[in-house]
Protein backbone atom coordinates (compact mmCIF):
# COMPACT_ATOMS: atom_id res chain seq x y z
CA UNK A 1 0.00 0.00 0.00
CA UNK A 2 1.19 3.18 -1.14
CA UNK A 3 -0.20 6.75 -0.12
CA UNK A 4 0.93 9.62 -3.07
CA UNK A 5 -0.32 13.13 -3.98
CA UNK A 6 0.59 16.13 -5.65
CA UNK A 7 0.39 13.72 -9.00
CA UNK A 8 -1.74 15.75 -11.19
CA UNK A 9 0.58 16.65 -14.31
CA UNK A 10 1.41 12.51 -14.36
CA UNK A 11 -1.21 11.63 -17.26
CA UNK A 12 -1.60 7.52 -16.20
CA UNK A 13 -2.00 8.69 -12.41
CA UNK A 14 -4.36 11.17 -13.25
CA UNK A 15 -6.59 8.92 -15.46
CA UNK A 16 -6.36 6.78 -12.69
CA UNK A 17 -8.17 8.84 -10.56
CA UNK A 18 -10.48 10.13 -12.93
CA UNK A 19 -11.73 6.59 -14.09
CA UNK A 20 -12.02 5.75 -9.93
CA UNK A 21 -14.23 9.12 -9.93
CA UNK A 22 -16.00 8.42 -12.99
CA UNK A 23 -16.80 4.83 -11.78
CA UNK A 24 -18.10 6.51 -8.29
CA UNK A 25 -19.36 9.90 -8.76
CA UNK A 26 -19.78 9.93 -12.64
CA UNK A 27 -17.33 13.36 -12.73
CA UNK A 28 -14.52 13.40 -14.59
CA UNK A 29 -11.83 16.29 -13.94
CA UNK A 30 -9.78 15.75 -16.99
CA UNK A 31 -11.93 19.03 -18.79
CA UNK A 32 -11.45 20.99 -15.44
CA UNK A 33 -7.52 20.08 -16.04
CA UNK A 34 -6.74 20.79 -19.21
CA UNK A 35 -8.61 24.41 -18.85
CA UNK A 36 -6.40 25.11 -16.24
CA UNK A 37 -8.12 25.34 -13.44
CA UNK A 38 -6.74 22.45 -11.47
CA UNK A 39 -4.10 23.83 -9.17
CA UNK A 40 -1.80 23.65 -6.49
CA UNK A 41 -5.80 24.14 -4.14
CA UNK A 42 -6.66 20.66 -5.24
CA UNK A 43 -4.59 17.67 -4.01
CA UNK A 44 -5.80 14.09 -4.39
CA UNK A 45 -4.26 11.79 -1.69
CA UNK A 46 -4.61 8.44 -3.49
CA UNK A 47 -3.53 5.02 -2.21
CA UNK A 48 -1.89 3.05 -5.61
CA UNK A 49 -1.97 -0.84 -5.70
CA UNK A 50 -0.33 -2.43 -8.44
CA UNK A 51 -0.19 1.42 -10.14
CA UNK A 52 -3.55 2.13 -9.68
CA UNK A 53 -5.78 4.39 -7.67
CA UNK A 54 -8.22 2.31 -5.30
CA UNK A 55 -9.00 4.90 -2.70
CA UNK A 56 -8.80 8.15 -2.39
CA UNK A 57 -9.28 11.51 -0.19
CA UNK A 58 -8.88 15.01 -1.80
CA UNK A 59 -8.36 17.90 0.02
CA UNK A 60 -9.04 21.49 -1.37
CA UNK A 61 -7.73 24.53 0.39
CA UNK A 62 -11.01 26.92 0.44
CA UNK A 63 -9.60 29.87 2.41
CA UNK A 64 -12.68 31.94 3.69
CA UNK A 65 -13.09 35.45 4.58
CA UNK A 66 -15.51 35.35 7.68
CA UNK A 67 -16.79 38.44 8.79
CA UNK A 68 -13.99 40.49 7.43
CA UNK A 69 -11.26 38.13 8.94
CA UNK A 70 -9.01 35.91 6.46
CA UNK A 71 -9.05 32.09 8.02
CA UNK A 72 -7.09 29.59 6.26
CA UNK A 73 -9.76 26.75 5.66
CA UNK A 74 -9.42 23.18 3.96
CA UNK A 75 -12.21 21.17 2.92
CA UNK A 76 -12.14 17.34 2.35
CA UNK A 77 -13.89 15.58 -0.71
CA UNK A 78 -13.92 13.06 -3.07
CA UNK A 79 -13.71 10.14 -0.94
CA UNK A 80 -13.65 6.86 -2.56
CA UNK A 81 -12.65 2.93 -2.75
CA UNK A 82 -12.73 0.97 -5.56
CA UNK A 83 -15.26 -1.75 -4.65
CA UNK A 84 -13.18 -4.89 -4.52
CA UNK A 85 -10.82 -2.62 -2.02
CA UNK A 86 -13.14 -1.56 0.60
CA UNK A 87 -13.04 -2.91 3.79
CA UNK A 88 -9.54 -2.72 4.18
CA UNK A 89 -9.08 0.39 6.55
CA UNK A 90 -7.86 2.66 3.64
CA UNK A 91 -10.02 5.69 3.89
CA UNK A 92 -8.68 5.90 7.48
CA UNK A 93 -4.92 5.25 6.48
CA UNK A 94 -5.59 8.18 4.05
CA UNK A 95 -7.22 10.66 6.70
CA UNK A 96 -4.78 9.92 8.77
CA UNK A 97 -2.12 11.49 6.88
CA UNK A 98 -4.07 13.70 5.96
CA UNK A 99 -4.26 15.17 9.02
CA UNK A 100 -0.74 15.42 9.51
CA UNK A 101 -0.66 17.65 6.70
CA UNK A 102 -3.30 20.21 8.07
CA UNK A 103 -2.02 21.50 10.90
CA UNK A 104 -1.41 24.92 9.67
CA UNK A 105 -5.31 25.67 8.87
CA UNK A 106 -7.91 27.46 11.28
CA UNK A 107 -10.46 24.57 10.48
CA UNK A 108 -11.43 21.81 8.22
CA UNK A 109 -14.77 20.74 7.07
CA UNK A 110 -16.39 18.49 4.84
CA UNK A 111 -20.07 17.02 3.01
CA UNK A 112 -20.75 13.49 4.09
CA UNK A 113 -23.56 10.96 2.65
CA UNK A 114 -25.52 9.18 5.38
CA UNK A 115 -23.44 5.84 5.01
CA UNK A 116 -20.74 7.28 6.94
CA UNK A 117 -22.28 9.84 9.48
CA UNK A 118 -20.74 7.35 11.87
CA UNK A 119 -17.13 7.34 10.38
CA UNK A 120 -15.78 10.81 10.34
CA UNK A 121 -16.48 12.11 14.35
CA UNK A 122 -14.09 9.06 14.58
CA UNK A 123 -11.15 11.56 13.19
CA UNK A 124 -12.43 14.41 15.84
CA UNK A 125 -15.47 16.01 13.20
CA UNK A 126 -18.91 17.04 14.56
CA UNK A 127 -21.85 17.76 12.93
CA UNK A 128 -22.12 21.66 11.83
CA UNK A 129 -25.07 24.01 10.85
CA UNK A 130 -25.31 25.97 7.92
CA UNK A 131 -28.33 28.39 7.11
CA UNK A 132 -30.10 29.48 3.98
CA UNK A 133 -31.48 33.15 2.90
CA UNK A 134 -34.31 33.74 0.96
CA UNK A 135 -37.21 36.44 0.42
CA UNK A 136 -40.40 36.76 -2.41
CA UNK A 137 -39.47 40.16 -4.49
CA UNK A 138 -42.02 42.11 -6.61
CA UNK A 139 -39.75 43.28 -9.39
CA UNK A 140 -40.58 45.09 -12.60
CA UNK A 141 -38.75 46.26 -15.69
CA UNK A 142 -36.77 44.03 -18.07
CA UNK A 143 -34.31 41.79 -17.20
CA UNK A 144 -30.70 43.14 -17.79
CA UNK A 145 -28.64 40.47 -17.26
CA UNK A 146 -26.99 38.74 -20.50
CA UNK A 147 -25.84 35.41 -20.52
CA UNK A 148 -21.80 35.10 -21.21
CA UNK A 149 -20.85 31.91 -23.13
CA UNK A 150 -18.33 30.17 -20.88
CA UNK A 151 -16.54 28.29 -24.04
CA UNK A 152 -14.68 31.01 -25.00
CA UNK A 153 -11.29 31.61 -23.26
CA UNK A 154 -11.79 35.48 -23.40
CA UNK A 155 -14.96 35.52 -21.44
CA UNK A 156 -13.78 32.97 -18.78
CA UNK A 157 -10.52 35.35 -18.62
CA UNK A 158 -12.80 38.35 -17.76
CA UNK A 159 -14.94 36.10 -15.16
CA UNK A 160 -11.38 34.85 -13.51
CA UNK A 161 -10.49 39.06 -13.35
CA UNK A 162 -14.00 40.02 -11.87
CA UNK A 163 -13.30 37.09 -8.94
CA UNK A 164 -10.13 38.64 -8.28
CA UNK A 165 -12.14 41.86 -7.76
CA UNK A 166 -14.35 40.28 -5.59
CA UNK A 167 -17.77 42.04 -4.17
CA UNK A 168 -18.62 43.33 -0.76
CA UNK A 169 -22.41 41.32 -0.99
CA UNK A 170 -21.41 38.39 1.64
CA UNK A 171 -20.10 38.06 5.14
CA UNK A 172 -18.24 34.16 4.06
CA UNK A 173 -16.55 34.42 1.02
CA UNK A 174 -13.93 31.69 -0.45
CA UNK A 175 -10.99 33.39 -1.96
CA UNK A 176 -8.28 32.74 -3.81
CA UNK A 177 -9.58 29.59 -5.03
CA UNK A 178 -10.91 31.00 -8.93
CA UNK A 179 -10.18 26.88 -10.22
CA UNK A 180 -13.23 25.75 -7.62
CA UNK A 181 -15.60 28.70 -9.57
CA UNK A 182 -14.34 27.33 -12.41
CA UNK A 183 -15.00 23.79 -11.93
CA UNK A 184 -18.53 24.80 -11.74
CA UNK A 185 -18.67 27.92 -14.27
CA UNK A 186 -16.88 25.90 -17.19
CA UNK A 187 -18.87 23.19 -16.91
CA UNK A 188 -21.89 22.27 -15.10
CA UNK A 189 -23.62 26.13 -14.64
CA UNK A 190 -21.45 26.98 -18.04
CA UNK A 191 -25.39 28.62 -18.80
CA UNK A 192 -26.01 29.87 -15.97
CA UNK A 193 -23.16 32.70 -15.44
CA UNK A 194 -24.33 36.06 -16.50
CA UNK A 195 -23.15 39.88 -16.69
CA UNK A 196 -24.64 43.04 -16.55
CA UNK A 197 -23.07 46.27 -18.24
CA UNK A 198 -24.59 48.79 -16.66
CA UNK A 199 -23.96 47.11 -12.97
CA UNK A 200 -20.70 46.22 -14.43
CA UNK A 201 -21.32 43.44 -12.24
CA UNK A 202 -21.44 39.23 -12.74
CA UNK A 203 -23.74 37.21 -11.34
CA UNK A 204 -23.72 33.06 -11.42
CA UNK A 205 -27.10 31.86 -10.83
CA UNK A 206 -29.62 29.77 -11.71
CA UNK A 207 -33.06 30.48 -12.31
CA UNK A 208 -36.71 28.01 -13.48
CA UNK A 209 -40.44 28.90 -13.09
CA UNK A 210 -39.63 32.37 -11.03
CA UNK A 211 -37.48 30.75 -8.70
CA UNK A 212 -33.90 32.92 -8.98
CA UNK A 213 -31.24 30.77 -7.23
CA UNK A 214 -28.07 32.97 -6.91
CA UNK A 215 -24.93 31.48 -6.47
CA UNK A 216 -22.37 34.27 -6.03
CA UNK A 217 -22.04 37.92 -7.18
CA UNK A 218 -18.29 39.31 -8.33
CA UNK A 219 -17.12 42.77 -9.70
CA UNK A 220 -18.41 46.07 -9.71
CA UNK A 221 -19.60 48.36 -6.28
CA UNK A 222 -23.56 47.41 -6.97
CA UNK A 223 -25.76 46.75 -3.67
CA UNK A 224 -27.16 43.20 -3.91
CA UNK A 225 -31.02 44.41 -3.88
CA UNK A 226 -29.66 46.10 -7.38
CA UNK A 227 -27.95 43.07 -8.98
CA UNK A 228 -31.60 41.20 -8.32
CA UNK A 229 -33.37 43.80 -9.27
CA UNK A 230 -31.07 43.44 -12.51
CA UNK A 231 -32.56 40.19 -13.42
CA UNK A 232 -36.08 41.55 -14.00
CA UNK A 233 -39.44 41.31 -13.68
CA UNK A 234 -40.25 37.22 -13.85
CA UNK A 235 -38.35 36.83 -10.90
CA UNK A 236 -40.79 36.30 -7.54
CA UNK A 237 -38.47 34.36 -5.37
CA UNK A 238 -34.88 34.56 -4.19
CA UNK A 239 -32.40 31.95 -2.58
CA UNK A 240 -28.91 32.73 -1.83
CA UNK A 241 -26.21 30.44 -2.19
CA UNK A 242 -23.93 32.51 -0.06
CA UNK A 243 -24.33 34.37 3.68
CA UNK A 244 -25.12 37.94 2.77
CA UNK A 245 -23.53 41.08 3.89
CA UNK A 246 -26.78 43.08 4.80
CA UNK A 247 -29.23 40.43 6.47
CA UNK A 248 -32.05 42.87 6.75
CA UNK A 249 -35.17 41.85 4.49
CA UNK A 250 -34.21 38.12 4.25
CA UNK A 251 -35.70 35.02 5.87
CA UNK A 252 -32.99 32.64 7.33
CA UNK A 253 -33.69 28.71 7.61
CA UNK A 254 -31.56 26.09 8.31
CA UNK A 255 -29.78 24.85 5.24
CA UNK A 256 -31.22 20.95 5.24
CA UNK A 257 -30.07 18.77 1.58
CA UNK A 258 -30.88 15.10 1.32
CA UNK A 259 -28.14 12.91 2.11
CA UNK A 260 -25.59 15.34 2.53
CA UNK A 261 -24.69 16.23 5.96
CA UNK A 262 -22.35 19.62 7.17
CA UNK A 263 -18.78 18.13 9.66
CA UNK A 264 -16.90 20.77 11.03
CA UNK A 265 -13.82 20.83 13.08
CA UNK A 266 -11.95 24.02 14.75
CA UNK A 267 -12.91 26.94 16.66
CA UNK A 268 -13.53 28.93 13.11
CA UNK A 269 -17.16 26.96 12.82
CA UNK A 270 -18.54 28.76 15.76
CA UNK A 271 -19.23 32.08 14.15
CA UNK A 272 -21.71 30.03 11.47
CA UNK A 273 -23.73 28.86 14.89
CA UNK A 274 -23.37 32.33 16.16
CA UNK A 275 -23.95 34.58 12.99
CA UNK A 276 -25.98 32.18 11.00
CA UNK A 277 -23.80 31.67 8.07
CA UNK A 278 -23.12 28.93 5.12
CA UNK A 279 -20.19 27.41 2.81
CA UNK A 280 -20.43 29.36 -0.34
CA UNK A 281 -22.61 27.15 -2.75
CA UNK A 282 -19.68 27.35 -5.37
CA UNK A 283 -17.22 26.28 -2.54
CA UNK A 284 -18.33 22.88 -2.27
CA UNK A 285 -15.63 20.28 -3.78
Given amino acids: MEIISHYRQRDELRKSFNDLAEETFGLNFENWYRMGYWGENYTPYSILEDGEVVANVSVNRTDLVICGEKKRIYQLGTVMTKREYRNRGYIRAIMAEIE ?44 RMEKVPMDRAENRARLEAAIASGAAVSDCDMVDNP ?62 GFSPAEKSGWKCRVLREEDCTFFIKGAVFDAFAEKKLRIPSLAHA
Avoid at 206 to 228: M, P, R, T, W, Y
Fill in 179 to 240: GLIFFYAAQFLCECVYYCRELDVWAIAEQEDGALLLHAVFGGKASLNAVIEAFGASVRQVSL
Fill in 100 to 143: KQLSDGDGVYLFANDEVLEFYPKFGFCRGTEYEYFRAVEQTGPC
